[in-house]
Protein backbone atom coordinates (compact mmCIF):
# COMPACT_ATOMS: atom_id res chain seq x y z
CA UNK A 1 0.00 0.00 0.00
CA UNK A 2 1.28 3.31 -1.28
CA UNK A 3 1.76 5.30 2.44
CA UNK A 4 1.16 9.17 2.27
CA UNK A 5 2.96 10.99 5.19
CA UNK A 6 1.76 14.07 7.05
CA UNK A 7 4.52 15.93 5.89
CA UNK A 8 7.99 15.11 3.82
CA UNK A 9 11.38 16.85 2.84
CA UNK A 10 11.34 17.65 -1.74
CA UNK A 11 14.86 17.28 -2.76
CA UNK A 12 15.68 17.86 -6.45
CA UNK A 13 18.52 17.37 -9.06
CA UNK A 14 19.71 20.80 -8.01
CA UNK A 15 20.09 20.09 -4.35
CA UNK A 16 21.93 17.19 -4.72
CA UNK A 17 23.72 19.05 -7.01
CA UNK A 18 24.66 21.91 -4.41
CA UNK A 19 25.52 19.07 -1.93
CA UNK A 20 27.67 17.20 -3.65
CA UNK A 21 29.55 20.70 -4.93
CA UNK A 22 30.33 20.74 -1.20
CA UNK A 23 31.72 17.36 -1.10
CA UNK A 24 34.53 18.02 -4.03
CA UNK A 25 35.04 21.40 -2.22
CA UNK A 26 37.88 22.18 0.27
CA UNK A 27 35.19 23.01 3.52
CA UNK A 28 32.78 20.51 4.57
CA UNK A 29 32.59 22.59 7.24
CA UNK A 30 33.37 26.22 8.65
CA UNK A 31 33.13 27.33 4.88
CA UNK A 32 31.81 30.22 2.84
CA UNK A 33 28.64 28.63 2.44
CA UNK A 34 27.38 29.04 5.75
CA UNK A 35 27.75 32.91 5.65
CA UNK A 36 25.73 32.27 2.76
CA UNK A 37 23.09 30.79 3.67
CA UNK A 38 22.62 32.75 6.60
CA UNK A 39 22.98 35.84 4.16
CA UNK A 40 19.70 34.16 2.72
CA UNK A 41 18.15 34.03 5.82
CA UNK A 42 18.49 37.63 6.73
CA UNK A 43 17.19 38.52 3.06
CA UNK A 44 14.02 36.22 3.64
CA UNK A 45 13.15 37.80 7.29
CA UNK A 46 14.51 41.33 6.65
CA UNK A 47 16.52 40.52 9.69
CA UNK A 48 20.19 42.09 10.07
CA UNK A 49 21.85 38.81 12.05
CA UNK A 50 21.68 34.52 11.07
CA UNK A 51 23.29 32.32 12.79
CA UNK A 52 23.16 28.71 11.37
CA UNK A 53 23.42 26.27 13.81
CA UNK A 54 23.00 22.15 14.12
CA UNK A 55 19.40 21.84 14.61
CA UNK A 56 16.36 23.94 15.96
CA UNK A 57 16.94 22.68 19.65
CA UNK A 58 20.63 24.07 19.48
CA UNK A 59 19.01 27.36 18.02
CA UNK A 60 17.10 28.10 20.83
CA UNK A 61 19.42 26.84 23.87
CA UNK A 62 21.86 29.37 22.61
CA UNK A 63 19.34 32.02 22.22
CA UNK A 64 18.59 31.21 25.69
CA UNK A 65 22.49 31.08 26.42
CA UNK A 66 23.27 34.48 24.55
CA UNK A 67 20.55 35.94 27.31
CA UNK A 68 22.53 34.45 30.22
CA UNK A 69 19.18 32.92 31.63
CA UNK A 70 20.46 30.28 34.10
CA UNK A 71 19.39 29.34 37.97
CA UNK A 72 17.13 31.79 39.29
CA UNK A 73 15.65 32.75 35.59
CA UNK A 74 12.54 31.76 34.37
CA UNK A 75 10.82 31.72 31.18
CA UNK A 76 7.20 31.43 30.43
CA UNK A 77 6.45 29.26 27.26
CA UNK A 78 3.85 28.00 25.00
CA UNK A 79 2.68 24.29 26.34
CA UNK A 80 1.28 23.06 22.68
CA UNK A 81 4.64 22.50 21.08
CA UNK A 82 7.40 20.58 20.46
CA UNK A 83 9.22 20.03 24.13
CA UNK A 84 12.62 21.83 23.09
CA UNK A 85 10.60 25.28 23.33
CA UNK A 86 10.80 24.62 27.27
CA UNK A 87 14.13 22.23 27.33
CA UNK A 88 16.23 24.84 26.16
CA UNK A 89 15.70 26.87 29.88
CA UNK A 90 16.01 23.56 31.75
CA UNK A 91 19.76 23.33 29.39
CA UNK A 92 20.21 26.82 31.27
CA UNK A 93 19.09 25.88 34.61
CA UNK A 94 15.95 27.91 34.29
CA UNK A 95 12.83 27.00 35.42
CA UNK A 96 9.48 27.00 32.75
CA UNK A 97 6.03 28.02 33.41
CA UNK A 98 3.48 27.43 31.35
CA UNK A 99 1.11 30.37 29.44
CA UNK A 100 -2.15 29.08 28.20
CA UNK A 101 -3.14 28.88 24.36
CA UNK A 102 -6.22 29.57 22.27
CA UNK A 103 -8.24 26.57 22.29
CA UNK A 104 -8.95 27.24 18.50
CA UNK A 105 -5.45 28.24 16.89
CA UNK A 106 -3.17 26.83 19.47
CA UNK A 107 -0.90 29.77 20.19
CA UNK A 108 0.09 31.69 23.32
CA UNK A 109 -2.95 33.70 24.66
CA UNK A 110 -1.74 37.07 25.79
CA UNK A 111 -4.55 37.32 28.17
CA UNK A 112 -3.01 34.16 30.21
CA UNK A 113 0.43 35.59 29.51
CA UNK A 114 -0.90 38.70 31.28
CA UNK A 115 -2.19 37.10 34.52
CA UNK A 116 0.54 35.31 35.13
CA UNK A 117 3.38 37.13 34.18
CA UNK A 118 3.54 39.31 37.45
CA UNK A 119 3.72 36.74 39.78
CA UNK A 120 6.49 34.84 37.78
CA UNK A 121 8.38 38.04 37.42
CA UNK A 122 8.42 38.57 41.68
CA UNK A 123 10.10 35.12 41.91
CA UNK A 124 12.84 35.48 39.04
CA UNK A 125 15.77 37.16 38.35
CA UNK A 126 15.82 37.20 34.48
CA UNK A 127 12.44 36.41 32.61
CA UNK A 128 11.78 35.34 28.67
CA UNK A 129 8.45 34.91 27.13
CA UNK A 130 8.89 32.34 24.50
CA UNK A 131 5.58 32.06 22.02
CA UNK A 132 5.14 29.58 19.12
CA UNK A 133 4.62 29.98 15.58
CA UNK A 134 2.54 27.35 15.88
CA UNK A 135 1.67 25.00 12.57
CA UNK A 136 2.87 28.14 10.36
CA UNK A 137 0.70 30.81 12.22
CA UNK A 138 2.43 33.57 13.78
CA UNK A 139 1.72 33.94 17.47
CA UNK A 140 0.03 37.29 18.65
CA UNK A 141 3.91 38.33 19.04
CA UNK A 142 2.80 42.49 19.20
CA UNK A 143 0.45 42.00 22.12
CA UNK A 144 2.48 39.30 23.70
CA UNK A 145 5.75 41.65 23.35
CA UNK A 146 4.19 44.68 25.20
CA UNK A 147 3.12 42.06 28.37
CA UNK A 148 6.47 40.96 28.07
CA UNK A 149 8.33 44.46 27.59
CA UNK A 150 6.38 45.49 30.51
CA UNK A 151 7.82 43.48 33.21
CA UNK A 152 11.27 43.39 31.50
CA UNK A 153 11.16 40.05 30.05
CA UNK A 154 12.74 39.11 26.82
CA UNK A 155 11.04 37.65 24.07
CA UNK A 156 12.08 34.67 22.21
CA UNK A 157 9.73 33.65 19.09
CA UNK A 158 10.06 29.68 18.52
CA UNK A 159 9.39 29.51 14.74
CA UNK A 160 10.80 26.15 13.99
CA UNK A 161 7.42 25.79 12.20
CA UNK A 162 6.73 29.21 10.05
CA UNK A 163 9.37 30.01 7.94
CA UNK A 164 7.61 32.54 5.22
CA UNK A 165 4.64 32.81 7.18
CA UNK A 166 3.72 36.42 8.70
CA UNK A 167 1.66 38.52 11.10
CA UNK A 168 0.17 41.77 10.53
CA UNK A 169 0.03 44.99 12.86
CA UNK A 170 -1.04 48.58 12.48
CA UNK A 171 1.65 49.00 10.03
CA UNK A 172 0.72 46.04 7.67
CA UNK A 173 2.61 42.57 7.33
CA UNK A 174 5.52 41.54 9.25
CA UNK A 175 7.30 38.44 8.60
CA UNK A 176 7.67 35.72 11.16
CA UNK A 177 11.52 35.59 13.00
CA UNK A 178 11.76 39.17 11.48
CA UNK A 179 12.31 39.82 15.83
CA UNK A 180 10.14 43.36 15.48
CA UNK A 181 8.72 41.76 18.32
CA UNK A 182 11.26 39.78 19.64
CA UNK A 183 14.75 40.07 20.64
CA UNK A 184 16.01 36.51 18.85
CA UNK A 185 13.88 33.99 16.76
CA UNK A 186 15.11 30.35 16.26
CA UNK A 187 14.49 28.02 13.01
CA UNK A 188 14.48 24.64 12.48
CA UNK A 189 15.22 23.07 9.36
CA UNK A 190 14.44 19.46 10.50
CA UNK A 191 13.02 17.48 6.87
CA UNK A 192 9.60 17.77 7.69
CA UNK A 193 9.92 21.93 8.28
CA UNK A 194 9.03 24.37 5.57
CA UNK A 195 13.01 23.80 3.94
CA UNK A 196 15.54 21.07 4.87
CA UNK A 197 19.13 20.41 6.19
CA UNK A 198 18.83 17.07 6.79
CA UNK A 199 19.55 18.66 10.46
CA UNK A 200 19.86 22.40 11.41
CA UNK A 201 18.57 25.36 12.78
CA UNK A 202 19.79 28.97 13.09
CA UNK A 203 18.81 32.17 15.34
CA UNK A 204 18.18 35.47 14.15
CA UNK A 205 18.35 38.93 15.52
CA UNK A 206 18.74 42.76 15.01
CA UNK A 207 20.89 43.14 17.86
CA UNK A 208 24.47 42.57 17.26
CA UNK A 209 24.95 41.97 21.02
CA UNK A 210 23.18 38.73 20.72
CA UNK A 211 24.46 37.80 17.39
CA UNK A 212 27.93 37.88 18.57
CA UNK A 213 27.19 35.53 21.83
CA UNK A 214 25.14 33.28 19.93
CA UNK A 215 28.26 33.19 17.37
CA UNK A 216 30.75 32.74 20.25
CA UNK A 217 28.50 29.87 21.97
CA UNK A 218 28.13 28.38 18.97
CA UNK A 219 31.88 27.18 18.32
CA UNK A 220 33.02 26.22 21.90
CA UNK A 221 33.17 29.87 23.22
CA UNK A 222 36.23 30.05 21.54
CA UNK A 223 38.13 33.48 19.89
CA UNK A 224 40.96 34.21 17.80
CA UNK A 225 41.93 37.31 19.45
CA UNK A 226 44.62 38.87 16.92
CA UNK A 227 43.19 37.52 13.42
CA UNK A 228 42.68 40.31 11.43
CA UNK A 229 44.21 42.65 13.34
CA UNK A 230 47.72 44.21 12.66
CA UNK A 231 49.43 42.91 15.25
CA UNK A 232 53.23 41.82 15.95
CA UNK A 233 53.04 38.17 14.18
CA UNK A 234 55.79 37.02 16.04
CA UNK A 235 54.49 37.52 19.82
CA UNK A 236 50.69 37.89 18.74
CA UNK A 237 50.34 35.06 15.93
CA UNK A 238 47.16 34.78 14.13
CA UNK A 239 47.16 30.99 15.12
CA UNK A 240 46.42 31.74 18.62
CA UNK A 241 43.22 30.80 20.17
CA UNK A 242 41.76 30.82 23.62
CA UNK A 243 38.27 29.92 24.99
CA UNK A 244 37.04 32.56 27.03
CA UNK A 245 32.84 31.33 27.75
CA UNK A 246 32.00 27.58 27.87
CA UNK A 247 30.44 27.30 24.41
CA UNK A 248 29.38 24.16 22.53
CA UNK A 249 29.88 22.58 19.17
CA UNK A 250 26.27 23.66 17.71
CA UNK A 251 27.90 24.60 14.13
CA UNK A 252 26.30 23.80 10.34
CA UNK A 253 28.11 22.11 8.35
CA UNK A 254 28.92 23.73 4.69
CA UNK A 255 27.02 20.00 3.99
CA UNK A 256 24.11 20.70 5.39
CA UNK A 257 24.00 24.80 4.41
CA UNK A 258 24.22 23.85 1.09
CA UNK A 259 21.30 21.70 1.17
CA UNK A 260 19.14 24.65 3.45
CA UNK A 261 20.41 27.25 0.16
CA UNK A 262 19.79 25.70 -2.60
CA UNK A 263 15.77 24.67 -0.69
CA UNK A 264 15.58 28.21 -0.20
CA UNK A 265 16.12 29.34 -3.77
CA UNK A 266 12.29 27.42 -3.95
CA UNK A 267 11.00 28.33 -0.50
CA UNK A 268 8.34 30.53 -2.05
CA UNK A 269 7.68 27.74 -4.82
CA UNK A 270 7.38 25.44 -1.55
CA UNK A 271 5.08 28.24 0.18
CA UNK A 272 2.62 28.44 -3.46
CA UNK A 273 2.27 24.81 -3.29
CA UNK A 274 1.47 24.26 0.23
CA UNK A 275 -1.49 27.64 0.15
CA UNK A 276 -2.76 25.59 -2.82
CA UNK A 277 -2.70 22.25 -1.39
CA UNK A 278 -4.38 24.13 1.82
CA UNK A 279 -7.35 25.96 -0.21
CA UNK A 280 -7.97 22.49 -1.36
CA UNK A 281 -8.37 21.05 1.75
CA UNK A 282 -10.30 23.99 2.77
CA UNK A 283 -13.08 23.91 -0.35
CA UNK A 284 -13.82 20.26 0.51
CA UNK A 285 -13.86 20.55 4.19
CA UNK A 286 -16.20 22.96 4.98
CA UNK A 287 -18.77 21.05 3.25
CA UNK A 288 -20.96 17.64 4.61
CA UNK A 289 -20.29 15.56 5.55
CA UNK A 290 -16.45 16.78 6.42
CA UNK A 291 -18.10 19.51 8.69
CA UNK A 292 -20.17 17.66 10.51
CA UNK A 293 -17.15 15.74 12.16
CA UNK A 294 -14.69 18.14 12.62
CA UNK A 295 -13.34 21.60 12.43
CA UNK A 296 -10.64 23.58 10.82
CA UNK A 297 -8.22 26.45 12.26
CA UNK A 298 -9.56 29.78 10.47
CA UNK A 299 -7.43 30.83 7.93
CA UNK A 300 -5.36 33.85 8.40
CA UNK A 301 -3.48 35.61 4.81
CA UNK A 302 0.10 34.69 6.97
CA UNK A 303 -0.97 31.20 7.78
CA UNK A 304 2.40 29.36 5.86
CA UNK A 305 0.90 26.31 6.11
CA UNK A 306 3.50 23.83 7.87
CA UNK A 307 0.65 21.38 8.88
CA UNK A 308 -2.83 21.35 7.96
CA UNK A 309 -5.08 20.49 11.04
CA UNK A 310 -8.11 19.38 11.55
CA UNK A 311 -10.33 19.59 15.23
CA UNK A 312 -12.86 16.53 15.64
CA UNK A 313 -16.23 17.87 16.67
CA UNK A 314 -17.15 16.18 20.55
CA UNK A 315 -18.73 12.76 20.20
CA UNK A 316 -15.72 12.12 17.52
CA UNK A 317 -12.54 10.26 18.88
CA UNK A 318 -9.13 11.58 17.08
CA UNK A 319 -7.80 8.90 18.13
CA UNK A 320 -9.73 6.60 16.21
CA UNK A 321 -10.05 8.70 12.49
CA UNK A 322 -5.99 8.50 13.34
CA UNK A 323 -5.92 4.70 13.34
CA UNK A 324 -8.63 4.47 10.17
CA UNK A 325 -6.69 6.65 8.34
CA UNK A 326 -3.21 4.79 8.71
CA UNK A 327 -5.20 1.17 7.88
CA UNK A 328 -6.14 3.41 4.44
CA UNK A 329 -2.70 4.71 4.11
CA UNK A 330 -2.92 7.84 5.31
CA UNK A 331 -0.40 8.93 8.01
CA UNK A 332 -1.39 11.81 10.67
CA UNK A 333 0.10 13.39 13.65
CA UNK A 334 -0.60 14.85 16.36
CA UNK A 335 0.80 18.43 17.17
CA UNK A 336 1.51 18.32 19.87
CA UNK A 337 1.14 16.54 23.32
CA UNK A 338 1.40 19.76 25.82
CA UNK A 339 4.70 20.29 26.69
CA UNK A 340 3.35 19.73 30.74
CA UNK A 341 2.27 16.42 30.52
CA UNK A 342 6.03 15.09 30.01
CA UNK A 343 6.76 13.07 32.71
CA UNK A 344 9.59 14.97 32.85
CA UNK A 345 8.00 18.03 33.50
CA UNK A 346 5.13 16.17 35.53
CA UNK A 347 7.86 15.32 37.92
CA UNK A 348 9.68 18.54 37.77
CA UNK A 349 6.18 20.65 38.35
CA UNK A 350 3.12 18.46 38.76
CA UNK A 351 0.23 17.73 37.26
CA UNK A 352 -0.84 20.34 35.18
CA UNK A 353 -4.38 20.89 32.85
CA UNK A 354 -4.23 24.02 31.20
CA UNK A 355 -8.05 24.52 29.62
CA UNK A 356 -7.14 25.75 26.62
CA UNK A 357 -4.10 23.64 25.71
CA UNK A 358 -6.47 20.35 26.94
CA UNK A 359 -8.93 21.90 24.27
CA UNK A 360 -6.71 21.68 21.70
CA UNK A 361 -4.70 18.99 22.42
CA UNK A 362 -7.63 16.61 23.02
CA UNK A 363 -9.04 16.76 19.50
CA UNK A 364 -6.46 17.92 16.84
CA UNK A 365 -4.87 15.74 14.47
CA UNK A 366 -2.60 17.09 10.91
CA UNK A 367 -3.52 15.68 7.87
CA UNK A 368 -0.74 15.21 5.32
CA UNK A 369 0.43 18.43 3.47
CA UNK A 370 3.75 19.03 2.08
CA UNK A 371 4.68 20.38 -1.56
CA UNK A 372 5.43 17.02 -2.85
CA UNK A 373 2.06 15.98 -2.22
CA UNK A 374 0.53 15.68 -5.48
CA UNK A 375 -3.30 16.67 -5.95
CA UNK A 376 -4.06 12.96 -6.28
CA UNK A 377 -2.67 11.92 -3.28
CA UNK A 378 -4.87 14.84 -1.76
CA UNK A 379 -7.85 13.35 -3.46
CA UNK A 380 -6.84 10.17 -2.28
CA UNK A 381 -6.69 11.61 1.25
CA UNK A 382 -10.03 13.45 1.19
CA UNK A 383 -11.70 10.70 -0.29
CA UNK A 384 -10.55 8.28 2.98
CA UNK A 385 -11.16 11.11 5.59
CA UNK A 386 -14.86 11.32 3.30
CA UNK A 387 -15.52 7.59 3.89
CA UNK A 388 -14.60 7.51 7.70
CA UNK A 389 -16.77 10.72 8.38
CA UNK A 390 -19.73 8.78 6.40
CA UNK A 391 -19.36 5.61 8.36
CA UNK A 392 -19.27 7.58 11.52
CA UNK A 393 -22.74 9.21 10.31
CA UNK A 394 -24.76 6.46 9.56
CA UNK A 395 -23.23 4.86 12.82
CA UNK A 396 -24.53 7.63 14.74
CA UNK A 397 -27.93 7.81 13.01
CA UNK A 398 -28.29 3.94 13.19
CA UNK A 399 -27.89 4.51 16.97
CA UNK A 400 -30.43 7.02 16.96
CA UNK A 401 -33.02 4.71 15.03
CA UNK A 402 -32.50 1.88 17.01
C1 LIG B 1 8.11 24.36 17.62
C2 LIG B 1 9.41 23.62 17.55
N1 LIG B 1 10.47 24.08 18.24
C3 LIG B 1 11.66 23.48 18.19
C4 LIG B 1 11.87 22.35 17.44
C5 LIG B 1 13.20 21.68 17.45
O1 LIG B 1 13.79 21.67 16.18
P1 LIG B 1 14.87 20.53 15.79
O2 LIG B 1 14.12 19.26 15.58
O3 LIG B 1 15.50 21.06 14.54
O4 LIG B 1 15.84 20.43 16.91
C6 LIG B 1 10.80 21.82 16.70
C7 LIG B 1 10.99 20.60 15.88
O5 LIG B 1 10.19 19.73 15.82
C8 LIG B 1 9.54 22.47 16.75
O6 LIG B 1 8.48 22.01 16.06
Redesign the pocket.
Known sequence: MHLIPYASQWIDQSDIDAVTGILRSPFLTQGPTVAAFEAALNDITGTSHSIAVS??????HLACAALELGEGDVGIVSPV??S??ANCLRYCGAEVRFADVDPVTGLMDPQSLASIIGDVAKEARQGVVIP?S?AGRVAPLGEISKIARNHGFYIIE?A??SLGAFGQDAQGRFESASCKYSDLA?F???P??HICAG???AVLTNEAKWADRVGLLRSHGIVRPWVGSDKDPINEPPWYYEQVELGWNYRMTDIQCALGLSQLKRQEFFYERRQALAERYRQHFKRSPFNQCFGMTPHHPGHAYHLFVIHFKDGYSRDDAHVFLKSHGVLTQV??VPIYKHPYYVNRYGEQALPGAEAYFKNCLSIPLFPKMTFSEQDKVIAVIESYCKQKLNHARTAVSV
Open positions: SGTAALSFATVLDAQTSFHVKEGGHH
